[in-house]
C-alpha cells in the first residue's frame, strides 16, 4: 500500500544533543510537510518542500532544519533540543499544494530529558 | 488573519445523535477547507473536504456546511457512532502573496456514549 512512513516511532534525546527524524513516502507525491504537534494542540506547519523548493515558515525557530535528499525521503534535523520541542512530529505529503489532500505519517514521538 | 478558531473544545454526544462541529477562518485567500480525523497515537486522516465555490458537501454519515460571506464552516456527524470518537481538526489552506498556507484549528475531542 502507498503510504508515509516515518523512523523511528519514538525518539528520547537529551537536552542539547542532535536528532534527526525520518520520513518517506511511496506516493511520488511532490509536496513534503513537517508539523509539530504538542499534546491537545493541532499540528503547527513547520515548512514543507514544494519539489526541492524549501519553504519556511516565519516562526519555526532555527533549531529546526530539513533535508529532502530525493522525492521520497525527507528529515528533520532538530540541533539543540530543548524541553520545549517535546512533542509528536508529524510528516505529511500531498500532490501539489493548495487544495489538495494531506497524507499523514504515524508520527515521531520525542522525548527530551 | 492567520487564525482558524474551532469550537467547542470538546463534544459529548449520545449515540445516534448529531454531533456538530464548528471554524471561523479570518484569511479570503483560503480556498481549500478540509476536516481530519485523529485518533490517540495516529496521524489526522482526512474526513472531507469543500471548497468555497459550494455551500455545502456530504459523504455518508459527514456533511461540511460552508458560509463564504460569513468565513465559516462546520461538520455535522450525522448518526454518531462511538467509532467515532476521536479529535477533529478543521484546517484552512491556500496559496496568497505570502505564500502558501495552512493552518489548523485547536481540535474538538468527540466522545459518543454507547
Known amino acids: 500500500d502507498a503510504m508515509v512512513i516515518q523512523n523511528p516511532r519514538y525518539q528520547v534525546t537529551q537536552f542539547g544533543k542532535p536528532v534527526t527524524l525520518s520520513c518517506s513516502q511511496t506516493?511520488?507525491?511532490?509536496?513534503m510537510y513537517w508539523y509539530q504537534q504538542k499534546s491537545s494542540q493541532a499540528p503547527k506547519l513547520l515548512f514543507h518542500y514544494y519539489d526541492k523548493d524549501f519553504n519556511n515558515e516565519a516562526d519555526t525557530p532555527d533549531n529546526f532544519q530539513s533535508r529532502r535528499p530525493n522525492t521520497s525521503f525527507c528529515f528533520l534535523d532538530i540541533r539543540s533540543p530543548g524541553l520545549g520541542d517535546a512533542a509528536m512530529y508529524l510528516c505529511?505529503?500531498?500532490?501539489?499544494?493548495?487544495?489538495?489532500?494531506?497524507?499523514f505519517g504515524p508520527g515521531t514521538r520525542l522525548t527530551v530529558l | 488573519q492567520q487564525q482558524v478558531k474551532q469550537s467547542p473544545q470538546s463534544l459529548i454526544v449520545q449515540k445516534g445523535g448529531i454531533s456538530i462541529i464548528n471554524c471561523a477562518y479570518e484569511?479570503?485567500?483560503?480556498?481549500?477547507f478540509p476536516w481530519y480525523q485523529q485518533f490517540p497515537g495516529k496521524g489526522p486522516a482526512l474526513l472531507i473536504a469543500?471548497?468555497?465555490?459550494?455551500s455545502e458537501k456530504k459523504e455518508g454519515r459527514f456533511t461540511i456546511s460552508f458560509n463564504k460571506s460569513a468565513k465559516q464552516f462546520s461538520l455535522h456527524i450525522m448518526d454518531s457512532q462511538p467509532g467515532d470518537s476521536a479529535t477533529y481538526f478543521c484546517?484552512?489552506?491556500?496559496?496568497?502573496?505570502?505564500?502558501?498556507?495552512?493552518?489548523f484549528g485547536a481540535g474538538t475531542r468527540l466522545f459518543v456514549k454507547a
Open positions: 469543500i471548497r468555497p465555490d459550494v
Open positions: 505529511a505529503t500531498s500532490r501539489g499544494r493548495g487544495g489538495n489532500e494531506q497524507f
Open positions: 506516493l511520488n507525491h511532490n509536496v
Open positions: 484546517a484552512a489552506s491556500g496559496e496568497y502573496t505570502g505564500g502558501f498556507k495552512t493552518i
Open positions: 484569511n479570503t485567500a483560503f480556498d481549500y
